[in-house]
Nanobody, 127 residues
Framework: EVQLVESGGGLVQAGGSLRLSCAAS????????IGWFRQAPGKEREGVAC????????PYADSVKGRFTISSDNAKNTVYLQMNSLKPEDTAVYYC????????????????????WGQGTQVTVSS
């Protein structure tokens, strides 16, 4: 059974940092494109970052470029999202997702392409 479990969310002050984890089971993250998305209340789901280990692609949304870093630990079958210099507008539920058919080489893959999703973790940034 394919499963993605996010963790690491919480409440942080503006300027602070959090590291989100996406633990995968039932498949190997090295064989998939893994994306991080976020959705704030009343807004559409936004692609934040994407990683494909096979080609080393790690594109980011402009809104997080230079502040967020996506990485993969294949030994732990886990993908991380390190979030620094957090802003109140980063407040959202963050989701990770897995896509077996595409690569991140052309940018963050649209949400509709992803096959599997985690349950999400809340990130709240106070001003």
């Amino acid at each position: 059974e394919v499963q993605l479990v996010e963790s690491g969310g919480g409440l942080v002050q503006a300027g602070g940092s959090l590291r989100l984890s996406c633990a995968a089971s039932g498949f190997t993250v090295d064989d998939y494109a893994i994306g991080w998305f976020r959705q704030a209340p009343g807004k559409e789901r936004e692609g934040v970052a994407c990683i494909t280990s096979s080609d080393g692609s790690t594109p980011y949304a402009d809104s997080v470029k230079g502040r967020f870093t996506i990485s993969s630990d294949n030994a732990k079958n886990t993908v991380y999202l390190q979030m620094n210099s957090l802003k109140p507008e980063d407040t959202a539920v963050y989701y990770c997702a897995a896509d077996s058919a595409h690569t991140c080489a052309m940018g963050v893959i649209p949400a509709a392409a992803f096959d599997y999703w985690g349950q999400g973790t809340q990130v709240t940034v106070s001003s």
